[in-house]
Nanobody, 124 residues
Framework: QIHLVESGGGLVQAGGSLRLSCAASGATFSGFVMAWFRQAPGKERDFVAGVRWSSGSTRYADSVAGRFTISRDNAKNTVFLQMNSLKPVDTAVYYC?????????????????WGQGTQVTVSS
């Protein structure tokens, strides 16, 4: 049974930074893609960033490229999302997700396992 547990959300002022963590358990994650999605009230769940566990190659949404960085710690089975220069439009619930195949997909329906989400609120 794969479990994903997010942490690190909170309230931050515009221009500030937060680091989200996703602790993964229940599998050997080489061969997986791990990703972060976000969902604001009344909106679709949108792709933010993804990383191939085996190679570390990454993909970002245009809206966060250059501000956010996704990384993983193989020894701790943890994926991180470093968020800098935060804007009020980044306010959302952020979800960690996993899929077995190595395509860096940006569609949420292609991911099979999800965490419970962590709230990020950016004030102006």
């Amino acid at each position: 049974q794969i479990h994903l547990v997010e942490s690190g959300g909170g309230l931050v002022q515009a221009g500030g930074s937060l680091r989200l963590s996703c602790a993964a358990s229940g599998a050997t994650f080489s061969g997986f893609v791990m990703a972060w999605f976000r969902q604001a009230p009344g909106k679709e769940r949108d792709f933010v960033a993804g990383v191939r566990w085996s190679s570390g190659s990454t993909r970002y949404a245009d809206s966060v490229a250059g501000r956010f960085t996704i990384s993983r710690d193989n020894a701790k089975n943890t994926v991180f999302l470093q968020m800098n220069s935060l804007k009020p439009v980044d306010t959302a619930v952020y979800y960690c997700a996993a899929r077995f195949y190595e395509g860096l997909e940006d569609s949420h329906w292609k991911y099979d396992w999800w965490g419970q989400g962590t709230q990020v609120t950016v004030s102006s």
